[in-house]
């Protein structure tokens, strides 16, 4: 396949690495924790880049697999001595993987397009267990078509692809699935909660919602594996939950859009960030939500 950069080899970059690498692809790995991307290309047996600027000058698609919009910029364009702008020629393509600000993610692409690259964003929704068995939903969105095609093949190895539209299209689109799971995650909190007080066992209560009209994605898989044994550990850490919001609710402000749901959600999250410890998971909205109706 394409001769293919992969920047970014966290709790989902790394297992996406793994199945482009198992399917073949032509790949060199960077992460700026260097121990760690020597191991997992030890793994692979595939090469690794010493810097940015050598990732970008070894491949023809650059993908980026970041924690936010400021790293990706960082990491295109720095500040810093390395980074991926200095080794890009024209011709070039970058598939940014991480979630994103539409507009920011427009904006990039413009500043890229002068380079002569080609920008895609594919953001990911199906956590670390469909990163790991190959299962991802890709949220595809470009406006070069040829683009598009020479990176669907790579792409394909880590999941199913949905063309969502013009570039910012699959940030949008990521930014908005999340909205959903974080509201439908925090509305079963509060269930729980108030169920828990007046005398019901919240693992009957998770039981009896899951075969009725309330279930929904977060009832049947993270309560029993995650929050009522208090584990906690999805892999997804509730400050990146709390930006994909963010996201939403900006998004919604430029096209004009009164949305109380979403600003209400997206301002609970970002107190929710503020109030727990710093790398919280996603999950522990419970925690924040039990504490604050008390």
């Known amino acids: 396949m394409t001769k293919t950069a992969f920047i970014g080899l966290g709790n989902m970059g790394a ?15 960077f992460d700026l924790r260097v121990d760690v991307c020597s191991a997992l290309a030890n793994e692979l047996n595939v090469a690794s880049a010493a810097g940015l600027d050598d990732a970008a000058k070894a491949a023809d698609i650059i993908i980026t697999m970041l924690p936010n919009a400021d790293i990706v910029a960082a990491a295109l364009f720095g500040p810093g001595a390395d980074c991926l702008a200095d080794g890009l020629e024209a011709g070039n393509i970058v598939v940014d993987m991480s979630s994103s600000y539409p507009a920011t993610t427009q904006a990039t692409g413009k500043r890229l397009a002068d380079l002569g690259v080609a920008m895609l964003d594919a953001p990911v929704s199906g956590g670390t267990k469909k990163a790991v068995s190959g299962e991802l939903a890709i949220m595809l969105g470009g406006d070069d078509e040829a683009a ?22 699959g940030h949008a689109l990521k930014a908005l699935n999340n909205f959903l799971s974080a509201t439908g995650l925090a509305a079963a909190s509060e269930a729980l909660i108030v169920g828990q007080k007046f005398g019901l066992d919240r693992g009957t209560m998770i039981d009896v919602i899951n075969s009725s009209t309330g279930r929904n994605n977060s009832t049947e898989s993270k309560f029993h594996s995650l929050i009522l044994d208090d584990n906690f550990a999805s892999g997804f850490a509730l400050d990146l939950m709390a930006k994909d919001l963010r996201a939403a609710s900006q998004l919604a402000g430029e096209l004009g859009l009164e949305v109380p749901i979403l600003k209400q959600a997206s301002e609970m999250w970002s107190k929710a960030d503020e109030q727990l410890a710093s790398g919280a998971d996603h999950t522990e909205i419970y925690k924040y939500l039990e504490d604050n109706a008390i």
């Open 15 to 29: 297992p996406m690495a793994r199945n482009m690498a198992k399917a073949g692809c032509d790949l060199v790995l």
């Open 148 to 169: 598009l095609e020479t990176a669907t093949p790579v792409l394909e190895t880590m999941g199913r692809i949905f063309r969502t539209g013009p570039l910012g299209s």
